[in-house]
């Protein structure tokens, strides 16, 4: 009977004890919190877990891109911008046990590549006393053609003929093209006037 007495204290110690709760996470940063990125761009970000008391957190954190097309990230935090946009896109790092909720933020803006220049398409050639409707568009520098770009026909010698800013239809030179802030491509075309 002792022997069995023994072997009780024994089997309880060999018993596992429960592991301690992961600490809580009350917020996760993301650094940098805003980038600015052109297309093709690309950067890293990194993202910290912290307890109510502001400590660090070792704790797994993935990365999530809310609009991918535009922006992509992948599980490291490296960023890549895919295409340019009027809003920033939001990336998120959250950790999956503590979801969805508990999130920390990001930013990313990705401009529209400069303009490169305007493809003015129409006659070579027009003859006094004639109209012509004439087409131009924008490329960056990316080689994309840009329809979010006003363009605004004038003529260099209103004398000999003239351009209708709302629908072009005569002989014109092209003045800049507004793109990103700071661009602009000032072509011209030369359109000669027989008589």
Known sequence: MIAGL????????????????????????????????RINDTATVAATAYDSAGNRLAVPLTFISFNRRAV??????????????????????????AGFALRGTANVTVNWPGLARV?????????????????????DSAGVARDNVTIVWVSDNPSVASADHSAPAWPRSVPPAAGSPGDSVSPSCQIPLAR
């Open 6 to 37: 023994l072997l009780v204290p024994a089997l309880m110690a060999q018993q596992p004890t429960a592991p301690a709760p992961a600490p809580k996470i009350a917020r996760i940063a993301i650094t940098p919190a805003t980038l600015t990125l």
């Open 119 to 139: 493809e003015v398409q129409g006659s070579p050639r027009m003859f006094a006393g004639t109209t012509e409707r004439s087409r131009a568009r924008v490329v």
């Open 72 to 97: 992509g990230v992948d599980s490291l935090g490296h960023v890549k911008a895919y295409r340019a946009g009027n809003q920033p896109v939001q990336i998120v790092a959250l950790n999956l046990d």
